[in-house]
Each structure stands twice: as C-alpha cells, then as structure tokens.
C-alpha cells in the first residue's frame, strides 16, 4: 500500500466536486489523470485526506473547436487531442507540444486542464496556451471566473487556483490564416521534461513583415517566460537570417535561467537562444506556404 | 492533515467490478491500493511488474480500455467496470504469442524485469497499425525502460514481425 490514507470520492457532477472542494478545500486534491499527483501520492511526498477523482463526472471529457476557437473540458486526455485531426490541422503548435509530452502511455491518461493546473515550470503546454492567448475557466461552489493563460501561472507548481476552485476548461481562440506557429524544445532523452522549450506565435502581415509576436519559454524561470524584448526585436522584420541571429543573441545575453540539477543556467542561456531561433525559422519557412 | 482523519475500517473499501483478461469479477479493494498491487496481489496475477512505480519506467504497463497505461499510476478503484489486459493474456494454453515468440527469437530480453511492460505497449501499438520502419519501432519502445539488452534485440524482434505476421494487430 503506496499511498497513506485517503477518503475516496467519485463524483459524477460537476456540482457535487464543486461542494466537495468547497468543503473540504485544502484537506483535498483533485485526481483528474494521476500522471503527476499519483507518484506525490505514491512516494507520499503529498497526503491529502481526500482524493476527489474526477474520471466519473460525466460531460467533462469533450471537446469543441469552431469558427471562434477550440474549448477543451477537464477530462480530455493529451491522447484524445493528439489524435484529432482536425486540431492538429488548426493548431500545429498545440499538436507539437501534445507529441512532447512523455509518452503514449502517459498521454493516454494524463489531461490538458491537469497539465495546465500542475503548473510545472518546465512542461510544454503552460507556455504553448499563453503563447496562443488561451483562457482558463475557473469555476469554485460560489463563483466563475476566466483568467487569461499569462496570468494563470504563479511559481514552479503553482497556478492561480485556489484550494476550492476547479479548472473547468480552457478556451484557445482560433488561429487566423496568416498567423504561424511552432513549438521547439531541448531533452535529454525524448519525452522528458523540457531543459528549454519555446512556443513562438505570430502573423504574417500583406507586407511580408511579422507581427502581433509572442514567444514563450519552458524551463528557464519558475514559471512560463514570455521574452516580450525579443518580440519587439522580431515585430515588424521578415525574420531574415539576420534578424534570427540578432535574436538568439539577444535571448543569450540577456537571459538569466534557473540551474538545477538537470543542467547548468550557462547551458539553458545558450540553448534558449538556439530553440528560439529554430522556432522562428521555421515561423519564416511557413511564411511561403501562407504566401503572404 | 492525513493524521487527523478517523476512517472507518469498512468505509475505506470499496466493491469494484472489473474484467481481467476476459474473465469478469467483483474484488472488495481498499480504496488506496494502487492497480498494480491490486493485480498482483489481490487478483495473483505477478506478469506486471513494478520497477519506479512513478510512471517513468514501463515495467507495470497494462492495457485498460484498448489503451496502454501505467498501473501504477492508477487505483483499483478507479478500474471499477473497466476491461483490462495484462501480460498474462497473451500466451495461449502455454503457447507464446508471435510477439512473444519474436522476444524469444531475438534475445529481445536478458533478465526478463521489464518484459511484459514492453509487451503490453507493443500489443497496444500493434492494434493502432503495423510498425512500419525501425525509427516507429524505436518510437514504440521508447516509454519503456531497459536495464539489459539495449533494446537492439527488441528492434529486431518487431521488426521480424512485420514481415513476417502482417502485423495486423491480430494475435500479437
Ligand atoms: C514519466 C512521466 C513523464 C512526464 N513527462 C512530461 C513532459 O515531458 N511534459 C509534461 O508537460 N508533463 C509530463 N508529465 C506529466 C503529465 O503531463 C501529467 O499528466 C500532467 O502534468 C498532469 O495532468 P493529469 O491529468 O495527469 O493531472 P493529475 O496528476 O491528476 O493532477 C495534477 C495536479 O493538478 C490538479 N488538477 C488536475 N486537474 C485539475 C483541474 N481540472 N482543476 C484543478 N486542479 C486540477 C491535481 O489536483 C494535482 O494537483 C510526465 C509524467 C510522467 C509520469
Ligand atoms: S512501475 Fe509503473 S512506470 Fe515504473
Ligand atoms: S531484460 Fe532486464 S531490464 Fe530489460
């Protein structure tokens, strides 16, 4: 017997986990895919008196994309994403980043909203949903609320969520024909954590130049890092070879990363700046395919 | 936190019912046992193994609903009416599997630890469609970990497979 003990909940209404975690709030923990909070619980590194599972609560795991975006409720797995084609088809970026995380067998259970709700510095989703401008709906017993993705994260685990609040589904607006987006990352072995990750974002304006930028990182700080310098360099260029070697210059320089027992923060300066630059190359080479 | 809670002995069990390997059943089950324990302990099935039990390592990989999954990762109780398959469905009458004979012909496994791990991805896999190059069988083999061979025998165990079985999925 890993886990110490725990009272068990298997709700099947969104309403009934809202009164549980009204109740019980700090005393619980939300179990939505378990790849993350079943080896705390495993190693007992987190004790919880209950466990409110969140498998059973019934319209929870669809999903919707349409003319205004794409809506993704609590219980879709990175699987069920990964495997639509539909959303690869108009987010390539978020599909990338799905195909990142660990593998099948972890995809298959873990969830995009557990993923988002974890807030581990170093995981490929935070930084891909703010670099797409995304929105969480958070929901608790007495209220709602949309916090948009740039502000939801706080520290290395630890999201904007309080104890009794939920996070319901995330909402990412769709992208419009011109705007272009790539996620690059940097692993020791395929599927770990990200040493650095990047999601860059932008649009491809009539005159060849490239605006409305946002470039996110993994991995480098204790939460998501939008490297608003480097955008402003990149706006309004055509991303020519020049400017991608003045940018990864600057990213180098002027980043100050974490270190930790992955790797070096002299190691992550310089990786950052290359996963920056291929990112924004290939934002250039899906500039011909637009043909703007 | 957890010290303070009074559980009552028969509230912390639950009844699930599960169907393992085909055949459907009803386990009383404490409401922490992790699904690995629970299979090989309560329903005495030890084909699963259990090396980091944090997700890492493969070795527990069972199938639950036509998809791959680490039980460790799981609870018993979370399997309640569930179907699952574990390494031991795979050989029949004590006949391997031509998966599990293409192990067998190509020193796919040394100590054996993390072979039934590596079985239940591939079984998985296989029904998604066959492996086509060695770069997709690396890609398959890669959410498990390997103490031993180096997994240059396991690339060639399924890659002896799609030529030789069609690698339809069925009977894998
Ligand atoms: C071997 C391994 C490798 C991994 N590699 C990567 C990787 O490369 N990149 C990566 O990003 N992740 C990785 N992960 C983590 C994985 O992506 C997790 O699935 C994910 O971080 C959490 O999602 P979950 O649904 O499993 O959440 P859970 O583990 O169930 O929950 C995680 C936390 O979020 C809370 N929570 C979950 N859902 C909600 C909700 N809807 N509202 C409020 N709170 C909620 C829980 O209470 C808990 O605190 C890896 C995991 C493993 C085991
Ligand atoms: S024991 Fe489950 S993944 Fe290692
Ligand atoms: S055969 Fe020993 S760990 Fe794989």
């Given at each position: 017997?890993?886990?110490?003990r ?91 980043g ?29 930084s ?51 705007s ?50 480097a955008?402003?360099f ?35 300066k ?6 920056v ?16 | 936190?957890?010290?303070a ?31 690995a ?22 070795a ?9 999954v ?6 018993a ?41 590596f ?54």
């Amino acid at each position: 017997m890993k886990p110490s003990r725990f009272i068990y909940h298997a709700p099947s209404e969104v309403e009934e986990v809202l009164e549980l975690l009204s109740e019980y709030g700090d005393e619980a923990k939300i179990l939505a895919g378990g790849q993350s909070l079943m080896p705390m619980l495993n190693f007992r590194l987190l004790a919880p008196a209950h466990l409110i599972d969140i498998n059973r609560v019934t319209g929870l795991d669809n999903y919707a994309l349409g003319d205004s975006g794409l809506s993704v409720s609590a219980l879709v797995r990175h699987r069920d994403l990964e495997l639509s084609p539909e959303t690869e088809l108009a987010y390539p970026i978020l599909h990338e980043g799905l195909t990142n995380i660990a593998h099948v067998q972890i995809r298959n259970r873990g969830t995009i909203c557990g993923s988002l709700a974890h807030a581990d510095s170093a995981a490929e989703l935070p930084s891909i949903l703010i670099a797409l401008d995304g929105r969480m709906n958070v929901r608790s017993k007495s209220s709602r609320r949309t916090v948009p993705a740039e502000d939801f994260f706080r520290f290395h685990l630890t999201s904007d969520l309080d104890s009794t609040e939920l996070l319901e589904s995330v909402d990412i607006p769709a992208m419009t024909r011109n705007s272009v987006g790539a996620f690059d990352e940097v692993t020791r072995r395929k599927g770990d954590f990200a040493l650095v990750g990047a999601a860059v974002v932008g649009t491809w304006s009539e005159q060849g130049t490239i605006e409305d930028c946002r470039i996110v990182c993994s991995g480098v700080a204790p939460t998501p890092l939008r490297l608003k310098e480097a955008e402003e360099f990149i706006s309004g260029t055509d991303l020519s070879d020049e400017v991608l070697i003045g940018v990864q210059q600057l990213v180098t320089e002027s980043l100050e990363p974490t270190e930790d027992v992955h790797t070096s923060a002299e190691y992550r300066k310089k990786v950052t700046g290359v996963v920056v630059r291929r990112g924004l190359a290939r934002l250039a080479g899906q500039r011909r395919v637009i043909n703007v | 936190m957890s010290e303070a809670v009074e559980l009552d002995p028969v509230e912390s069990k639950m009844w699930i019912t599960v169907t393992i390997n085909g055949s459907k059943d009803t386990y009383l089950v404490e409401q922490r046992l992790t699904l690995a324990d629970f299979i090989r302990k309560q329903v005495g099935l030890p084909g699963t193994h259990l090396g980091c039990e944090h997700g890492s390592c493969g070795a527990c990989t069972i199938i639950m609903g036509n998809r791959a999954v680490r039980s460790c990762l799981l609870l018993a109780v979370q399997a309640d009416g569930e179907s699952i398959e574990t390494v031991e469905s795979l050989a029949e009458n004590g006949v391997l599997s031509p998966l599990q004979e293409a192990f067998h012909a190509n020193h796919a496994l040394q100590c054996g630890y993390c072979t039934s791990g590596f079985l239940m991805s591939l079984v998985a896999r296989l029904r998604e469609g066959p492996i086509e190059s060695e770069a997709e069988a690396r890609e398959a083999l890669s959410g498990n970990i390997c103490r031993c061979t180096g997994y240059t025998g396991m690339v060639a165990a399924v890659m002896s497979l799609s030529s030789a079985n069609g690698q339809n999925g069925e009977g894998v």
